[in-house]
């Protein structure tokens, strides 16, 4: 693997990380505090919010150790030369799917700037969007990989 | 041409506005030969209400019932409809809608951020705070947790009014007071049958401090590509059917007080109406509005 | 609408990963529909992270895998140990029992299978139990997350069917009771056909004794989650950011914690979460086609129609479901079918809490039923076996599930007694 392949890898996962992290330790100061009598107004958007980035992220993590379930039991009854063509379409449609989802991510962020989170008024909702955008494009990396992957096999 | 509008909204199929909206829609059809069709979502079948209202911002032929309070989001004034005490009956809803400050805000909406509203006379009655113990003046309220809709306005308003805000998602309501994660809710009537509350609570304290006011918006660009005399049917038929739903609501609320002291609740009905309107000055206050208000009471010649 | 499920089926029978398949059959409707557009997907798909209540998936995936990694797992299973080892086919019935502990605590039947098959596999594998029926056992242990509370197909099904989530969990213990107790005759019965002999002696009071004081804290863990859960400190959604918490702090106590281990947890995590998390995502784009051309009111409209003995209806709909669990993952079904079936059930004047129990555990058995099942092929992949013999070595324990929920449809109070008690008549 290329080193700014390497770096950018490093910088996912650990941001992946600590969003879970710290979406999970939003959660339970958002009860604790509740029980205190000091609610958090804040921490039910904080917490989604995290939890977006670290679905995105995660989803991708996952995708390039090839965590994503997929069903095979057909593929195999194939003959070997059709069976790599299947591949290259399924991993070409996915590719499309994504830069697609990449693309119309970045319009939907731009849409919704006005929005605002309920309980964190002036955080806009297009931060949120962004995971999404994120997350798709390192897919979209992930996946032309792949790609060539099936087209050298 | 025929015209196809979906309507959402996130109340459940049992609650008089459904009906309401189903009423309109009929109507609508049937001044239009069927041209104009409305089709109504209930319990938020087609997503959040902030995704439809983006939605249809960008022409996606979508309506939604919202609030001031998202609609301030926009047109900061329109928070005003959410104010605590904020009109007291519903002629003088109806009354608001028609003067030319708000008829100006609205069409700001509009122009501005592709929001029409069609129509805002659509009321679900007086939200009271509902605990384990009895309510009548701010001072009982100290230190209780109450659930309130996760924004700004409904926070600060029940903030004044001495409670202590706690944000939830509507269907997490029960299982809170079950488990006394928080120590009440502040709702309408009719929430309390649908969601038998009367399990978990134990008194409602008619403290009336928001009457909730809905706005019908849909999409300016959509509006805009019907003939005018459909929009002007679109408009009056919403009044129409926006009237007659407040209106049974105001009947009904009637047997639920009954049902509900039949299930054991106790209605407080001796609160301190002016302790609490005093304190919800704050709330005015702190959010920006009072200037606001003070305007339109002027205009009201209150 | 139509075409959306047929490119999905197409694309997933050609290989694609499902979260895409699901994807792409979902934007298909979007570019079918001219009055849509593209960015709705992606607004759905974000609303779906947006939901408070969904939180309960990453908070128990990650408390699992600290508990994993933090040897919180390893106590409880060695009490559990010297409660069972000494039946035939002992380390089978610890599984169960596992299962059962874990299920108090774990909301997700595809961590705690997976978890329990990386834990007990190997140990059991050397004990000549064989490597589909380790898996299947495994997998179907997972189930008994599902039953008892929290159980995040239960919340799911609560929160988009607008049920009392207390009393939908309550209603899951009866359930959850059953299922331990026909695992443990199951194994049982095929520990003696198959030869499975026992490990231990029966154990002494004071091997028990000794064995919870080692494991206190960990045996603790299912029962100081429920407490904090009534006495009001979290709501459901947030039990499971607090086992977190909980996992750490034994984790400490036991002198277990260390930044790797902590490390090692969160990197599993995220990658269950990204997988779980996107695949709900995703299916939020596939179900929008079919709220848009109002099927569920069509359903639901001829269920009432066609049918009208509820019993009748309620045995179709549970088929129906098994039948479509064959192909489709079980929270996927749970979040696209019960804005569908609640309304349906509620005017057939079937008991909403009674039906959810039925129906959340009915779609969780599609999690290990071929050919696609998340479960099944967690801990196949995990054990190293072939689908063909975790299906020869597994069946006994389908019949098993197939039998409680049977048991559970002619006698609703098996759910319904708990939530009667504990709300009152008026369920
Ligand atoms: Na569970
Ligand atoms: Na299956």
């Known amino acids: 693997m ?71 039991n057909l593929l195999h009854l194939l003959p070997p030369g059709a069976r790599r063509w299947a591949r290259v379409g399924v991993w070409l449609l996915v590719a499309l799917f994504l830069a697609l989802f990449f693309v119309y991510s970045l319009q939907a962020a731009y849409q919704t700037r006005f929005r605002s989170f309920q309980g964190i008024p002036g955080f806009s909702y297009a931060w949120v969007t962004l995971s999404a955008s994120a997350g798709s494009l390192l897919m979209l990396l992930t996946a032309l990989g792949r790609l060539r992957q099936a087209l050298k096999e | 041409q025929t015209y196809t509008l979906r309507f959402n909204h996130v109340l459940g199929p049992n609650h008089p506005y459904h009906a309401g909206f189903q009423a309109w829609a009929e109507r609508v059809a049937q001044r239009t030969g069927g041209d104009l069709r409305i089709l109504v979502f209930h319990s938020s079948q087609l997503g959040i209400e902030e995704d439809i209202i983006e939605q249809l911002r960008q022409g996606i032929p979508l309506g939604q019932n919202t609030d001031g309070a998202r609609l301030g989001n926009y047109v900061k004034e329109l928070g005003v409809f959410n104010g605590p005490y904020f009109v007291e009956s519903y002629e003088e ?52 947790r109450i659930r309130t809709p ?97 209106m049974r609501i105001q009947q009904e609320e009637a047997r639920i007080k009954q049902l509900v002291q039949q299930r054991g609740m106790t209605i407080v009905s001796d609160v301190d109406l002016a302790a609490f309107r005093k304190a919800a000055e704050t709330a005015y206050e702190r959010l920006g509005l009072k200037a606001v208000r003070d305007a339109l009471y002027q205009a009201l010649r209150k | 609408m139509l075409l959306s499920f047929a490119v999905f089926l197409l694309l997933l029978l050609l290989g694609m990963p499902v979260v895409f398949a699901i994807g792409i059959g979902g934007l298909v409707f979007f570019l079918t529909q001219p009055g849509l557009q593209l960015t709705m997907p992606v607004q759905l798909a974000l609303a779906e992270t947006q939901n408070f209540s969904l939180l309960a998936i990453p908070t128990f995936i990650l408390a699992s895998n600290l508990m994993n990694e933090l040897g919180v797992t390893r106590r409880l299973l060695r009490f559990a140990h010297v409660a069972t080892g000494f039946m035939r086919g002992g380390l089978a019935q610890v599984s169960v029992l596992l299962g059962f502990l874990m299920g108090g605590v774990s909301g997700s039947a595809i961590a705690d299978a997976t978890m329990q098959a990386r834990l007990l596999g190997p140990e059991m594998v050397r004990r000549g139990y064989s490597r589909g029926f380790i898996a299947a056992l495994q997998g179907f242990s997972g189930l008994l997350a599902v039953a008892i509370p929290p159980s995040i197909g239960l919340i799911l099904y609560g929160s988009i069917g607008q049920v009392s989530i ?52 960990a045996v603790l863990f299912p029962f100081l989650l429920l407490a904090a859960l009534r006495f009001g400190v979290f709501v459901p959604s947030e039990v499971g950011a607090a086992a ?62 066609a049918v009208q003995n509820p019993q009748v209806a309620l045995l179709l709909i549970l088929l129906a479901l098994l039948v479509l669990g064959t192909v489709l993952d079980s929270t996927v079904m749970i979040i696209l079918l019960t804005p569908i079936l609640v309304p349906a059930a509620k005017a057939l004047g079937i008991d909403l809490v009674y039906f959810g129990v039925l129906m959340v555990m009915t779609c969780a058995v599609g999690l290990l039923t071929p ?30 599930t197939l039998l409680v929920l049977l048991l559970v449809y002619l006698f609703p109070g098996v759910v319904l007694f708990l939530p009667r008690l504990l709300f009152g008549g008026g369920v």
Not at chain 3, 200 to 214: N, Y
């Open chain 3, 244 to 305: 977190v918490v909980y996992a750490l702090l034994v984790g400490l106590i036991y002198r277990e914690l260390s930044l790797e281990r902590v490390n090692r947890a969160l990197a599993h995590s995220v990658r269950d979460v990204g997988m779980v998390a996107l695949l709900i995502a995703m299916a939020a784009v596939l179900g929008y086609g079919m709220k848009w051309e109002m099927f569920p009111q069509q359903v639901s409209a001829f269920l009432l129609e």
């Open chain 1, 2 to 72: 290329s080193r700014p392949a390497n770096v950018l890898q490093r910088v996912e996962e650990f941001l992946a990380k600590a969003f879970l992290l710290a979406s999970t330790l939003i959660v339970f100061a958002g009860g604790v505090g509740r029980f205190l009598g000091h609610p958090l107004d804040w921490s039910i958007d904080l917490a989604t919010f995290t939890f977006a980035w670290a679905v995105f992220l995660g989803g991708d993590l996952a995708l390039r150790e090839n965590r994503h379930v997929a069903v095979e």
């Open chain 3, 371 to 400: 050919p696609v099942g998340l479960s099944m092929y967690s801990v196949c992949s995990v054990m190293g076996c072939s689908i063909g013999e975790y299906v020869r070595e597994g069946w006994p324990l389908l019949v098993a």
């Open chain 2, 93 to 144: 809803v109806e009354k608001l809608a028609s003067l030319p400050v708000v008829q100006g805000w609205v069409e700001r909406l509009a122009k501005q951020y592709g929001i029409r509203v069609v129509c805002f006379n659509w009321v679900q009655g007086y939200r009271h705070f509902m605990t384990n113990k009895p309510v009548r003046r701010p001072e009982d309220l100290r230190g209780l």
């Open chain 3, 166 to 217: 207390g009393q939908l969990f309550a209603g899951g213990i009866g359930v959850g009771v059953l299922l331990a107790a026909v695992y443990m005759l199951t194994v049982a019965l095929l520990a003696r056909s198959r030869g499975y002999l026992p490990e231990t002696a029966p154990p002494t009071a004071k091997e028990v004794g000794a064995a919870l004081r080692e494991g206190f804290f």
């Open chain 2, 150 to 246: 996760p924004a700004p306005v409904w926070q600060e308003s029940v903030r004044a009014l001495g409670a202590t805000p706690v944000a939830l998602p509507f269907g997490e309501i029960y299982s809170a007071l079950q488990q006394r994660a928080i120590d009440g809710a502040e709702l309408v009537y009719a929430n309390i049958p649908d969601m038998s509350l009367w399990e978990v609570l134990r008194y409602v304290n008619e403290t009336k401090h928001f009457l909730l006011i809905n706005f019908q918006v849909v999409g300016e660009a959509w509006y805009q590509r019907l003939p005018a005399n459909y929009r002007q049917i679109l408009r009056e038929e919403c009044v129409r059917a926006g009237r007659e739903t407040s």
